[in-house]
Nanobody
Framework: VQLVESGGGLVQPGGSLRLSCAASGFTSSWYDMNWYRQAPGKERELVAFITSAGDRTNYADSVKGRFTISRDNAKNTVYLQMNSLKPEDTAVYYC?????????WGQGTQVTVSS
């Protein structure tokens, strides 16, 4: 199982980024997937969730209305579209998946929101 995040970077407040999580080594279309983030000095927090079929999503209150999670099962990829970014969104963003009780994580991608 491998998860590889990409798309992070430095962006000004109010800007947008699209993160990608490329999955391999398993049939990603069978599993719900999540985006988490971890800011310096803080615990890792759940940002967004999507079901295996992509028919249901859920978001942390702090990102509702600004972030959108989606997936393309044909490409084994999950996305996180982030709009209206704020400095407090600065963090390392991770995708994860739980398979048979074990949680797999990617290496993360850094998002920095600063002027």
């Amino acid at each position: 199982v491998q998860l590889v995040e990409s798309g992070g970077g430095l962006v000004q407040p109010g800007g947008s980024l699209r993160l990608s999580c490329a999955a391999s080594g398993f049939t990603s279309s069978w599993y719900d997937m999540n985006w988490y983030r971890q800011a310096p000095g803080k615990e890792r927090e759940l940002v967004a969730f999507i079901t295996s079929a992509g028919d249901r999503t859920n978001y942390a209150d702090s990102v509702k209305g600004r972030f959108t999670i989606s997936r393309d099962n044909a490409k084994n990829t999950v996305y996180l579209q982030m709009n209206s970014l704020k400095p407090e969104d600065t963090a390392v963003y991770y995708c994860n998946v739980r398979i048979r009780g074990y949680v797999y994580w990617g290496q993360g991608t850094q998002v920095t929101v600063s002027s």
